[in-house]
């Protein structure tokens, strides 16, 4: 019986520990910030800790599909969580473009676009939350089947987030292997390190156009929301028709 009674309390701590090892999709999110935060730190500090930059942005991009992926799958989608998922996407591009900026990797641009993108779409997201409209669902914002597959579909979401990967890896690999004294290749021809640095400037301009497309449903179809804040007083201010 005592023996019984060993097992049975020792299989529940495990399942007790279990349930409090279970990862919500909030905490995925807040751990993929975090990790974005590592790989930049680890940047430009000699080339083996470029590539470790390299790995932990490509932890930070795979976080970012499992966070959705959990939410979906233990149903534990919320308005605050997708919120938070907006707010860790924002965080990790602003981190990583301004990163490359101050280095004179990417133009000082990129970080400005992504940063005016965001403040912009979320300023009329938060407009829209506050008309009633959630982000999915009958109740969600974008209305229109091509402003969805834009915006919210997965393989939307899918290509953005492997740009992004992309675009980041190839910077951290460009840092890695052609710059400093500890570069990984040493000394290569300047036509090889002009190619490089191309195709690296050219993910990134990709990134950003596919950035601005994805964005603009947003902006066209939350521009009613914005429009909505100023008919009303407005209206209000015109006096009786025929009034002298």
């Known amino acids: ?19 409090h090892m279970r990862w919500t999709p909030n905490q995925v999110t807040l751990l993929r910030v975090l990790i974005g935060f590592l790989a930049v730190s680890a940047f430009g500090h000699g080339a083996w800790m470029n590539l470790w930059g390299v790995l932990l942005t490509v932890t930070a991009i795979a976080l970012d599909a499992l966070d959705g992926h959990l939410a979906r799958v233990k149903k534990m989608a919320t308005p605050v969580g997708a919120q938070l998922d907006i707010l860790g996407d924002r ?21 400005i676009l992504f940063f005016v993108r965001g403040a912009m779409t979320d ?3 938060a407009l829209a939350m506050k008309a009633g409209h959630s982000g999915w669902g009958t109740g969600a914002m974008l209305q229109t089947r091509l402003a969805k597959a834009l915006v919210g579909s997965r393989w939307s979401r899918g290509l953005y987030a492997g740009l992004k990967c992309l675009c980041f890896c190839c910077l951290g ?25 191309a195709g690296a400037e050219t993910l990134a301009w990709l990134t950003a156009i596919f950035c601005v497309v994805r964005g603009l449903p947003v902006l066209i179809e939350g521009w009613k929301f914005l429009t909505a804040q100023f008919l009303p007083a407005n209206a209000n201010d015109e006096g009786p028709r025929g009034a002298p």
Not at 94 to 105: C, K, L
Not at 174 to 186: C, E, I, K
Not at 189 to 197: F, G, K, M, N, V
């Open 91 to 111: 965080m990790i591009e602003n981190m990583f473009f301004t990163y490359f900026a101050v280095v004179g990797m990417v133009s000082l641009w990129l970080p």
């Open 1 to 19: 019986m005592g023996k019984w009674t060993r097992h049975c309390s020792l299989t529940g701590g495990r399942a007790d520990r279990q349930v």
């Open 173 to 197: 690999l460009q840092l890695a292997l052609t710059r400093g004294p500890v570069a990984l290749l040493g000394p290569i021809p300047l036509d090889t390190h002009a190619a490089i640095r």
């Open 123 to 125: 300023f009329l997201r």
